[in-house]
Structure formats: structure tokens, C-alpha cells
């Protein structure tokens, strides 16, 4: 009886330290409050470059935090591909009130704010590398495996999708943010590579799982829920709260911070 009331009594010491950034985001951050979604920003974070600052071709992935309560747990993700000369984008994501939940469509904005929540950059391929994804990536869009499904937890969802493209093409890497819950949903397998490169995944549905990589660092899954240590560019990476410390890596020959 002892070892049970233990076990019982760690499981909801987990359990509230999992949720201790969640809640403390809910109750610090007014997400959606007093604001209808249909009214929420939608104005360019200036991330996309012009196609007369950049024509050659473009790719680049984003994250946002999404909206309402949900926002206090995690973020959006979805990737932007622009052909070089072209004035339009294409944006691929997965939404939760579309059928089917997978989404190609052209843009002029793909840095626009996910409902009020400003996008971050979380990789920026460009020129002859880009012309080298976008096949690449469009292949991978057409093959994704549940383009009809969406579950917020423990995925499929849109951070599932991102990542399995990520993992599928050649070339294109990102590190998701921790707080991109369902990047660690896994179709088939236990293992799988990390999306930032150089680095492995381990995950048992979603819900209990390993990544070691040489820009995510090392990332604990429990209950859909990570937390993590980044060695390379020191950071504490908490469930809901998010990163704290150096900015991320961000992959690609244009973004700023990326891969050195």
C-alpha cells in the first residue's frame, strides 16, 4: 500500500510540475481576452522578405502561439514556400476546423500573426537551396499521412505535421520549439531523427519520449508535455512557459541567429 500512495503521490507531483508553466501562462497571459478571434491581428511580423528584397526562391518555417486557452500550452506551426520571381506564397499547415485539416493555399502574408500571437522564425532557406526544398517539400506535403485527422493531444496535429515534413526532406531542418506539443507524435516506429539535425527521437505515441540532438539538446516528453536542457545556446526549456535563455538556432542561410 506504501509503494502505491508513493507511486500515486509521484504521479501528481509530475503531473503539477508539468502544468505549473501552463497555468502560470494562463494566469499571467489575458490570452484572447476581451477579443473575438474574428477581430484578432492578423498584421505581417515583417519575417517574409519582399520578392523585390529576395526573388530568388524562399522557405521558411513559423511558429505562434495559438489561440485562446490553448495558448497557454503551446504553438502553431506551418511552413511558407515561395518560387523564385513569384509574388505569392504558398502556406502548408494543418488546422483543427478544416476537413480535410491539411491546407496548401497562396498568400501574400505568410508572417502574419496567428490570431493576435506574432509568428517567430524557426528556419530561412533561400536561393539555389530553397529551389532545391520546394519540390521536396510539396512532395512530402502530397504524401503526409493524416491530412484528414486532427487531435490537439497527443497528435496528430499541426506540429505533426511540420515535423514529419521536416524529417522527410532532405536538406531541411528546424528546431521546433518545446512548446510545439504532437512534433514528437511519431506514425510508425519508436524512433525517428530529430528535426533540427544531427540528433534522435524517441517516442512511445506522443506521450513519453526522449530527443538528443545537437541544437534541440536534450528533451524529456511526458504526457505530450516537454521540457529540456540546450547545451549549445544555453536555455531552460519549460512545459507552456517555453524557452528561457539564448535565442534558438534558426536554420538556413537567412536567419539571423542560424546555423553556424
Known amino acids: ?73 503551446g504553438v502553431h506551426t506551418w511552413i511558407a514556400t515561395r518560387e523564385a520571381g513569384a509574388e505569392a506564397w504558398r502556406m502548408h499547415h494543418v488546422l483543427s476546423w478544416r476537413r480535410p485539416a491539411l491546407v496548401s493555399e497562396a498568400t501574400r502574408v505568410p508572417d502574419r500573426a496567428w490570431y493576435g500571437n506574432p509568428p517567430a522564425l524557426l528556419a530561412d532557406y533561400r536561393g539555389e ?19 484528414a485527422a486532427y487531435r490537439a493531444w497527443p497528435g496528430p496535429n499541426s506540429n505533426t505535421f511540420t515535423a514529419w515534413v521536416v524529417r522527410e526532406v532532405e536538406g531541411l531542418e528546424a528546431v521546433l520549439p518545446v512548446t510545439a506539443v504532437g ?28 530527443t538528443l540532438g545537437r541544437d534541440e539538446g536534450i528533451e524529456v516528453n511526458l504526457l505530450g508535455l516537454s521540457l529540456g536542457l540546450d547545451l549549445r545556446r544555453p536555455a531552460l526549456k519549460l512545459p507552456g512557459v517555453g524557452r528561457l535563455g539564448m535565442a534558438p538556432t534558426i536554420k538556413g542561410e537567412g536567419g539571423g541567429s542560424g546555423d553556424r
Open 183 to 210: 512534433k514528437d507524435y511519431l506514425f510508425e516506429g519508436l524512433l525517428a531523427a530529430a528535426p533540427g539535425g544531427r540528433g534522435l527521437t524517441a517516442s512511445a505515441g506522443g506521450v513519453l519520449g526522449l
Open 129 to 147: 537551396a530553397a529551389e532545391r526544398l520546394i519540390p521536396r517539400i510539396e512532395a512530402a506535403v502530397a504524401a503526409y499521412p493524416a491530412p
Open 1 to 73: 500500500m506504501r509503494r502505491i500512495l508513493r507511486l500515486l503521490a509521484g504521479m501528481v507531483v509530475t503531473l503539477a510540475l508539468l502544468l505549473a508553466g501552463p497555468l502560470w501562462m494562463l494566469a499571467t497571459e489575458a490570452e484572447g481576452e476581451g477579443r473575438h478571434w474574428a477581430s484578432a491581428s492578423r498584421e505581417p511580423a515583417g519575417l517574409a522578405p519582399a520578392p523585390g528584397v529576395a526573388p530568388g526562391a524562399v522557405v521558411q518555417l513559423y511558429a505562434a502561439r495559438t489561440w485562446g486557452w490553448r495558448g497557454a500550452f
